[in-house]
């Protein structure tokens, strides 16, 4: 059995948005379930995600959903990284960049870092910050 880590993102009514637009960055298969369908509920929440999921090629999987009023949301930062990256992998993690980049703030572009990655920071267009890391 394979152990992972995959990270659960909390939106303020925006899940829905957010997992379609992670979906046009990385592709993959996008599952979403409503609270009306997951729980009956029939009040404003009954068209926010309940929960969601992005299942990637490479095990990925992000996970996604409305954060119930009153609940508080903690936003970590979620890292692409690999080692050892050959030309392909190294153009994907790039052209996820590229996308995720749409309506963000970057804080750090997209460049070759001291220690010889290629290295980035930005907080997307959902206020989910992002690094990307990408050995060559």
Known sequence: MTIGLTPYLQFPGTARHALEFYHSVFGGDMQMMTFAEGMGAEDETKDQIMHGSLFLERGIHLMAAD???GMTSVLGTVTLSNSEADDAEHATLVQW???LAEGAQVTEPLAKSPWGDTFGMLTD????PWMVNASH
Request: aromatic share 20%; no cysteine.
């Open 67 to 69: 954060a119930p009023e």
């Open 97 to 99: 960049w590229e996308k």
């Open 125 to 128: 267009k959902f206020g989910v």
